[in-house]
């Protein structure tokens, strides 16, 4: 079955100390995996998508890799506005996507 | 450029009653897709339009449905609600199903 699956859950970080997020992927056929960013009360915003193994996208303080198995979003000197919820998505043959439960992220000042 | 937009933003129902709630996607873009968001299952896909045409669906019962018009634009309908069909239902639009999605706000939906 296809399935995406982040890690940690929730990650509470001081302003300043860098980190990484996790999104491990096993489906069949993966057509890109995508990032987006989610505030409360909103709808997900766009951040990166990847399609193959061994690439990076970079925005501002955030770096997004991809292996066969797995994509990291890293956290460079994060700021108290990176708080939100990060949501990555696989996107399947077929035209259907699948998402991750996301990693809610806190930045104390 | 206009973003993708979603009428009603809030939407209160009883269970049995039906709703209808419609996404306008960016200027362009041919692919819409709906999707349902609540706490304990998180972002869950619900069906793609392209063209007129929906080219996949996920596994919702048939009360869900979904259509879309010769503009791109695109509606929902759930029939009979459930206290469990209360969600965020979010639509996104892309230029051709196969890139990045962008969203719209959402519909939040209460069923009482």
């Known amino acids: 079955e296809d399935q995406v699956t982040q890690s940690p859950e929730a990650l509470r970080l001081q302003e300043g100390e860098s980190s990484s997020l996790n999104c491990s992927y096993t489906?069949?056929?993966?057509?890109?995996l995508f990032w987006y960013r989610q505030d409360p009360g909103k709808g997900p915003e766009f951040l990166f998508t990847?399609?193959?193994a061994g690439e990076e996208k970079e925005k501002e303080r955030l770096k997004a890799t991809l292996t066969k198995k797995e994509s990291f979003l890293h956290i460079t000197a994060p700021k108290p506005e990176d708080s939100a919820t990060y949501l990555c998505?696989?996107?399947?043959?077929?035209?259907?996507?699948?998402f991750g439960a996301g990693t809610r992220l806190f930045v104390k000042a | 450029k206009a973003g993708v937009t979603q009428t009603p933003r809030y939407l209160i129902k009883t269970r049995g009653q039906q709703v209808t709630l419609s996404c306008s996607p960016i200027?362009?873009?041919?692919?819409v897709s709906w999707y349902q968001q609540t706490p304990g299952q998180g972002l869950q896909f619900l069906f793609e339009y392209f063209s007129e045409t929906q080219r996949n669906k996920g596994n919702f019962p048939g009360r869900f449905s979904g259509r879309q018009f010769s503009n791109s634009r695109s509606e929902m309908n759930v029939s009979t609600l459930e206290l469990g069909d209360s969600a965020l239902y979010l639509c996104a639009s892309s230029l051709s199903g196969d890139g990045e999605q962008y969203f719209g706000p959402g519909t939040r939906l209460t069923v009482t």
């Open positions: 200027s362009g873009h041919r692919s």
């Open positions: 489906v069949s056929g993966l057509r890109g």
């Open positions: 998505a696989a996107r399947l043959g077929g035209f259907k996507t699948i």
């Open positions: 990847l399609y193959s």
